[in-house]
């Protein structure tokens, strides 16, 4: 026996916490869903971040449909008829700069729910309570698609009917039972989760907050502007990326290109990216040393 | 139960960890010492499959510990106090791992009240907390699934003398009721009163795996002090019994003997003593004589045991 102490523990009474514990209830996706559900509204920036995002990308859209208001009396009537036979109100019930600012924000707000775990060392914690990671990524992954796509159809929903009020006040705005109408809201409603994920993929490649925002910057908004529509593999190439899977989708009209591609085409791409970033974010953390 | 085997663990051309084997029984509490940079948190990782091993391998309680889908209710673990998100409070940290592993919430309050976070200071943001607070909110972490092995690295940094009495006790309670406690640190004197068994590590390689008493028994200067009007007629008597001495003026330094027997010899040769000291190496002698050769980080003088 080493010293009094340990022998006094030994001989001490029963102990207050069971020496065997019960066996442990089995495990179920539901729980990680659940945690990571709380974990997400426990952080105080989240609603922020959500609430700053969603107004930023609707007063983008709001100020585009104000601006043709307001200026809708100074131009002639031939404009104002190649306007509307153009389909111009709809392009304004979610515009390419709102798009991009989506795209930014909901990269953002992906990279964070996984670089904010790396960048304090919680990671380590939760993966020590939860070693199955792959199902830690998974649920992670489910609870920001989930959020993402709710804010996602809040502001493209909100967008249009804002945007059309606003046009409407020159006669001009459409009903969501306009031809097209739906699918704009949906494909900008979709862009949010589809980009969240990438910025997740991202941060889960990377770990490291400057370099996932850049890299995921990059990906999202930089490629599609260094490929051309107008030739063929730099044409393929940008057929691919999610930004212009959202143009071929809120496209109004039948613009002349080049390349011309399917909606079901863009649709596959935003499932495409969606898929693959899950996939990578789950291997990657599933692989490496924590 | 945690035994290691084998164990292996090497970035690039650096060798953490080589070679480790040893077992860290229940019902006892274990520290894991060795000097700064020796391996101790990469072994924990590994015991967590945080970290992958090279070579060997680890299990607690008969399974890999990532073969387990949650892990709360088998092993509780603070690595490091720091690993938590400061904009959370510590009920809501906790609240998120005991959802993820089914564990009810109001044990999240029991563990809280536990560790004495409970009420105001538990819904504070953990970004505010002291690194003492922090420690105790890792230990609540750790204590969360009552689980039958806990793993604590460093768990006394930043804790008032109160804390670290506090932590002592619970260590003890906790070895009382069977379970594994395997406790990291790098000072043997807070291992002293803490552990019944000792591993030691050095360079990623084990230095020694026994009992606290025993290795304290392995101490360099055990001995004992004599001092006496004949230092060399005493001497002569004490080398000739078997005894090695290094005598000082009046002083003696004698190894090999213990005092009884050497009062015993002197009363026989009729030699006067004036004192007659026994002297246990403390437990640090041992540690740093111990890894002297294998402190990652030496200074200038760390090198020579005190």
Redesign the interface.
């Known amino acids: 026996?080493?010293?009094s102490?340990?022998t006094g523990?030994?001989e001490?009474p029963a102990?207050?916490?069971?020496?065997?514990?019960m066996p442990?209830?089995a495990?179920?996706f539901r729980?990680?869903l659940?945690?990571e559900w709380?974990?997400l509204w426990?952080?105080?920036?989240t609603p922020w971040a959500y609430l700053i995002a969603a107004l930023a990308v609707i007063g983008f859209n709001v100020g585009q449909a104000y601006d043709t208001y307001r200026y809708w009396t100074m131009e002639n009537t031939a404009d104002k008829a190649r306007f509307v036979r153009d389909g111009i109100p709809l392009a304004e019930a979610f515009t390419s700069n709102a798009a991009s600012i989506l795209m930014l924000a909901a990269g953002a707000i992906g990279a964070v729910t996984v670089v904010?775990?790396y960048g304090?060392?919680?990671?380590?914690?939760?993966?020590?309570?939860?070693?199955?990671r792959r199902?830690?990524l998974a649920a992670k992954a489910a609870v920001l698609a989930g959020v993402t796509t709710a804010l996602g159809a809040l502001i493209a929903a909100v967008s249009f009917f804002a945007t059309q009020a606003i046009l409407a006040g020159r006669d001009i705005g459409v009903s969501a039972g306009h031809p097209g109408a739906l699918r704009v809201i949906v494909a900008s409603a979709l862009l949010t989760p589809v980009s969240a994920l990438v910025g997740m993929a991202v941060g889960a490649l990377l770990r490291q907050m400057g370099t996932t925002m850049v890299a995921t910057f990059v990906t999202l908004l930089i490629l599609p502007l260094v490929v051309s529509p107008g030739r063929y593999w730099s044409a393929l190439l940008a057929h691919a990326l999610p930004y212009s899977a959202w143009q071929r989708l809120t496209e109004v009209g039948s613009p002349v290109v080049a390349y011309p591609w399917s909606q079901a085409g863009a649709w596959t791409v935003y499932g495409a990216w969606a898929l693959g970033a899950v996939v990578l974010a789950v291997f990657t953390v599933d692989r490496r040393?924590? | 139960m945690i035994e290691v085997k084998d164990l292996t663990k090497r970035f690039g051309a650096t060798t953490a960890v080589k070679d480790l084997t040893f077992t860290v029984r229940p019902g006892r509490v274990t520290g894991f010492l060795g000097p700064n940079g020796a391996g101790k948190s990469t072994t924990l990782r590994m015991i967590l499959g945080l970290n992958a091993p090279t070579g060997g391998s680890v299990t607690v309680g008969g399974l890999a510990f990532r073969d387990r889908p949650r892990g709360l209710r088998h092993v509780g673990a603070l690595l490091d106090a720091g690993d938590v998100h400061g904009g959370r409070s510590a009920a809501a940290h906790l609240a998120v791992l005991a959802r993820s592993n089914r564990i009810p919430r109001r044990r999240v309050d029991e563990v809280l009240a536990e560790v004495g976070l409970a009420g105001a200071a538990g819904r504070r943001r953990v970004g505010g907390f002291s690194l003492g607070m922090k420690q105790r909110l890792g230990i609540a972490t750790a204590l969360l699934g009552d689980p039958p092995v806990l793993l604590f690295d460093e768990p006394l940094n930043g804790l008032d003398p109160e804390g670290v009495l506090w932590v002592r006790g619970l260590f003890r309670r906790l070895a009382g009721a069977g379970r594994t406690v395997f406790v990291s640190s790098h000072l043997m004197s807070e291992m002293e009163n803490t552990a019944d068994e000792l591993i030691v590590i050095g360079r990623g390689e084990l230095i020694a795996a026994e009992s606290l008493a025993r290795f304290a028994a392995r101490g360099s200067g055990a001995g004992v002090t004599v001092r006496t009007p004949r230092p060399a007629a005493l001497a002569e008597v004490l080398t000739a019994a078997g005894g090695t001495v290094s005598q000082d003026g009046p002083l003696l330094a004698v190894t090999g003997l213990d005092a009884s027997r050497i009062g015993d010899l002197a009363g026989r040769h009729a030699l006067p003593l004036h004192e007659l000291t026994p002297r246990t190496a403390s437990l640090e002698d041992a540690f740093m004589k111990l890894t002297a050769d294998s402190v990652e980080y030496a200074t200038g003088d760390a090198g020579e045991s005190r």
């Not at chain 1, 304090?120 to 199955?132: D, E, N």
């Open positions: 026996m080493t010293n102490r340990v523990a030994r001490s102990p207050a916490v069971p020496t065997v514990p442990p209830p495990a179920r729980d990680l659940a945690a709380l974990k426990s952080l105080r920036s904010g775990e304090t060392g919680l990671i380590r914690t939760t993966f020590a309570a939860v070693p199955a199902s830690v040393d924590q």
